[in-house]
């Protein structure tokens, strides 16, 4: 269960799942590769990280990720004594078994249940990205590191201003970290870019345009070019669909709402309309008139 895999730049293909025994118990966590132009998959390796006392959380997925050295990554939601904080397992290109193990969160995350969480990695021109759900905190955490210190402390919450439960992150790293996850208050998909430059969340956003009490999980995101495309599980008609939602690159100031270059007092009567409920923003119009970032047009 829980295979996750990736192609890397020559085209070989990794492929990481868990392996259980009888009654669904976790027996082992195994990496298997194919390279290119092979008919199928060489002899599964362990990745030695069922222990005694390093144990994957057997209901969170990992995720797994390659740098432009073919070093593999994968990162799990580890349970140790019901402390299910985020590792990174590391095989280096050439080895033949995963030999480095890196803490990725350190928030003694202790959960007695499932979470079904997993946490989402990426990798970019030498800096490695993470997101991860703390349930004690109720709350999204993205940090990021460069491939050679593996240092997460720099971790910053998804979506600072909200009050609810933020869980099931997946993010994108290129010149930012991209993230979406899901808010738990209306079970919706949100969206959030943190700026590297100054390590702040901004865009912050809900994708899915629906406002009824449906049920919205399992986002993830992708970038081709300049579009980014988020795809998720919706339940609004009943049985779940696939959704998906395009993001478009776009200065937008804020304060002006009508986006033509000027503040003035016309942009003022538009905020006062949402506020009031007599007229309802199109996704400029609401990031523009959100001018602290709250993910709410008040007052």
Known sequence: AYQDFEV????NLHLVYYNYAANYELDDVRYRFSGVGENGFNSSIPLGVVTDIMEPCDCCQPNLEIDINGDVYIIYRNNEQNIRDAYIALKRYGDENFSEYYQASDLQDFIGFCPSSGPSIDINNGEIAIAYTSYNHQNVYTGISSLESM?????ISANPAANSFQNYPYILLDD???AVWVDQDGFDIFYGMRDLQ???????????DDDMDSTQKDPIIYKNNDMLYSFWSDQRNGNYEIYF????GASIIPG?????????????VLIINFILGQDYPITQEEIASDLNTDGTINI
């Open 198 to 208: 100054t390590n702040t969340m901004i865009n912050i956003q809900k994708i899915n």
């Open 245 to 248: 939602s395009k993001g478009v």
């Open 8 to 11: 890397d730049n020559n085209g």
């Open 151 to 155: 240092n997460f402390s720099n971790y």
């Open 176 to 178: 930012n970290l991209h």
């Open 256 to 268: 002006d709402i009508n986006q033509d270059s000027i503040i003035d007092i016309l942009d003022i």
